[in-house]
C-alpha cells in the first residue's frame, strides 16, 4: 500500500483534520504527493505573483491555520503538461470526499481547483488549478 513521504506528512499536518482523513483514505488506493498545505505571506507572495493564485495574503485558504486547502498530485508526478493525468486523480478524490462525507467522516464538502463551479465539468472553467482541493464552508 502505497505511504506518504515525511515530506508529504509534514505538510499534509498543517492542513484541517478533513482534508488529512480524506488524503489518508486516497493514498490507499492512489499513491500521491502533498505538493502544499500551509501557505506563509512569503510563499504566498511568491505564487500570487508567478500567476499561481489569485488571492493576495491572508484571503488564500492555503493561508489559514490550519490551512483550509492543500494541493496534491499523482505519484509519481506526471509531466505537468498532461493535465488529463491531474484531472484524473482529481476526480478519483472527489469520489473519495463524495463517500467520506456521506458517511459522516469528514464534515465538509470538498471543493477540486479545476471544477471551481462544482458541476462535475472542467470544460467550462477559466481558471484550472488541478492540484488544488480546498473545504467548502
Ligand atoms: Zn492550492
Redesign the pocket.
Known amino acids: 500500500m502505497p505511504k506518504f513521504s515525511q515530506e508529504s506528512f509534514s505538510k499534509l499536518s498543517t492542513c484541517h483534520i478533513d482534508l488529512q482523513t480524506l488524503f489518508y483514505e486516497v493514498i490507499k488506493h492512489f499513491d500521491c504527493k502533498i505538493l502544499?498545505g500551509h501557505r506563509n505571506q512569503v510563499e504566498q507572495d511568491r505564487v500570487f505573483t508567478d500567476g499561481k493564485?489569485k488571492l493576495k495574503w491572508p484571503d488564500g485558504k492555503?493561508n489559514a491555520t490550519p490551512s483550509i486547502?492543500?494541493?496534491v498530485c499523482p505519484y509519481p508526478v506526471p509531466d505537468f503538461k498532461n493535465l488529463s493525468d491531474f484531472v484524473f486523480f482529481g476526480g478519483f478524490v472527489m469520489g473519495i470526499a463524495s463517500m467520506l462525507k456521506d458517511q459522516n467522516k469528514i464534515t465538509h464538502a470538498i471543493r477540486y481547483?479545476a471544477d471551481w463551479k462544482n458541476n462535475q465539468r472542467i470544460s467550462d472553467e477559466k481558471f484550472i488549478?488541478a492540484?488544488?482541493f480546498?473545504l467548502v464552508s
Open positions: 502544499e493564485s492555503h486547502a492543500v494541493d481547483g488549478d492540484v488544488h480546498e
